[in-house]
């Protein structure tokens, strides 16, 4: 598993991203690189993101954790942002599932 401020580097067309404890303010984002051969400028990133909790707790209510790009994908990586337009923190650690389409236009 990684952070979500560290850039990440997988080779296929299709995996998940694990990431640690996700903390992320109410309101707030943040930005990484995901670097993968597969992807390029004209690649489709679709992305899921599910949030694991520990056994006792539960996401505060109000709490939401988004991924999306944070702009179009270029050669051999992208920006994934994660945003959290809630209104409580999120605490809980998240993996977020990646599938590359290759597009030819």
Same mark, same amino acid.
């Given at each position: ?10 080779? &296929?067309?299709?995996? !998940?991203?694990? *990431?640690?404890? %996700?903390?992320?303010? =109410?309101? @707030?984002? #943040? /930005? ?7 992807? &390029?400028?004209?690649? !489709?990133?679709? *992305?899921?993101? %599910?949030?694991?909790? =520990?056994? @006792?707790? #539960? /996401? ?46």
């Amino acid at each position: 598993s990684t952070s979500s401020a560290t850039a990440v580097g997988l080779q &296929s067309v299709a995996g !998940v991203i694990t *990431l640690h404890t %996700t903390a992320l303010a =109410a309101g @707030a984002e #943040t /930005e990484f690189t995901f670097n993968n051969s597969q992807i &390029s400028s004209t690649s !489709v990133v679709m *992305l899921m993101l %599910t949030v694991q909790q =520990a056994a @006792a707790s #539960t /996401e505060s209510d109000g709490a939401t954790l988004v991924a999306g790009l944070g702009g179009p994908p270029g050669s051999g990586s992208c920006q994934i942002r994660l945003t959290n337009p809630g209104s409580a923190a999120t605490s809980g650690a998240a993996k977020i599932h990646f599938f590359i389409i290759k597009t030819t236009t």
